[in-house]
């Protein structure tokens, strides 16, 4: 059974940072894609930012390229989000996921496991 404990998330003024963490168990981090995604009230999840965890290879959104940075410790099954100069539209709910058999890791579709979320909020 594929677990995530997703933590970092919390309420931040515009202009400030937060970290967050996924831990992963159940599979272990081989040639997967683990991503973040968010979905804000009444919008669809949307890809923030994807990594490959076998070359380390890296996605972001333009919406948050430059601002968020991924990465991965593959032996600790564990992914990392910084998200600095955060802004009110990063509000939302972001969710870990990993994808197992993946082609274009930048499309939700693509992903076979997802966690619960963690809500990040930022106040103007």
């Known amino acids: 059974e594929v677990q995530f404990v997703e933590s970092g998330g919390g309420l931040v003024q515009a202009g400030g940072s937060l970290r967050l963490s996924c831990e992963v168990s159940?599979?272990?981090?081989?040639?997967?894609?683990i991503g973040w995604f968010r979905q804000a009230p009444g919008k669809e999840r949307e890809g923030v930012s994807c990594?490959?965890?076998?070359?380390?290879?890296?996605w972001y959104s333009d919406s948050v390229k430059g601002r968020f940075t991924i990465s991965s410790d593959n032996a600790k099954n564990t992914v990392s989000l910084q998200m600095n100069s955060l802004k009110p539209e990063d509000t939302a709910v972001y969710h870990c996921?990993?994808?197992?058999?993946?082609?274009?890791?930048?499309?939700?579709?693509?992903?076979?496991?997802w966690g619960q979320g963690t809500q990040v909020t930022v106040s103007s």
């Open positions: 159940g599979v272990t981090f081989d040639d997967y894609a």
């Open positions: 990594i490959s965890s076998s070359d380390g290879l890296t």
């Open positions: 996921a990993v994808g197992i058999n993946w082609i274009d890791f930048t499309n939700l579709y693509e992903y076979d496991y």
